[in-house]
Each structure stands twice: as structure tokens, then as C-alpha cells.
């Protein structure tokens, strides 16, 4: 079973920066391609970036130039750094297995609010 805690999210103003953390439990983490996903309110969930296990990178047009998604396979951990924040990137985001149709439980998800 794996479990997934996302943290890091927060209120700033737009143009500021945040660092997102998901810690997963379980076996899978350092085999499967991972991904940061978000869900503003009234929309779908979406995905922001993607990180393959050996570190190929993928992101949605949206964040290109201003995300970075990385992973720790040592700890388990996978990082979104958010840079130049828009109050259009206001949104809950969550970690999970990349890409989206092979998901598992999703995590409460940590919530990001950028003012204008």
C-alpha cells in the first residue's frame, strides 16, 4: 500500500515562490514515474510535471519555465519547486504515480493560494 503526504503549500503574493514535499511509503516509489497534479476549485484535476525514475522531466504548458519537479530516491521524496506564481496556479495540489491513469490513493494534497 502506498501512502502519500504532501506539505509546502501556503499563501503568497504573486511572483513569489514555494517548495512543495510528497513523502511516499511503500515499495514503488523508486520504480515508478512520479507526478505533481492540481485541482482548483469547480475543475479537474490536472498534471503539472512529471519525473521518471532516472529523472526525465515533463511539465504542462502552463508551468514550463516556472516549475521544477525533482525526486529524492534515497527518501522517498518528490519536490516541486514553483517559482513566478500566478494567482491562476491557485489550486490543491497532490503527488501520485505518473501518469495519472495508473494512480493510486490519492493524499489529502497541500493547498497553494497565490494573491494578485
Known amino acids: 500500500q502506498v501512502r502519500l503526504v504532501e506539505s509546502g503549500g501556503g499563501l503568497v503574493q504573486a511572483g513569489g515562490s514555494l517548495r512543495l514535499s510528497c513523502a511516499a511509503s511503500g515499495s514503488i516509489f523508486g520504480d515508478a514515474a512520479m507526478g505533481w497534479y492540481r485541482q482548483a476549485p469547480g475543475k479537474q484535476r490536472e498534471a503539472v510535471a512529471s519525473?521518471?525514475?532516472?529523472?526525465?522531466?515533463n511539465y504542462a504548458d502552463s508551468v514550463k519555465g516556472r516549475f521544477t519537479i525533482s525526486r529524492d530516491n534515497t527518501k522517498n521524496t518528490l519536490y516541486l519547486q514553483m517559482n513566478s506564481l500566478k494567482p491562476e496556479d491557485t489550486a490543491v495540489y497532490y503527488c501520485n504515480i505518473s501518469p495519472q491513469s495508473l494512480s493510486r490513493s490519492w493524499g489529502q494534497g497541500t493547498q497553494v493560494t497565490v494573491s494578485s
Open positions: 519525473i521518471t525514475p532516472f529523472g526525465s522531466t
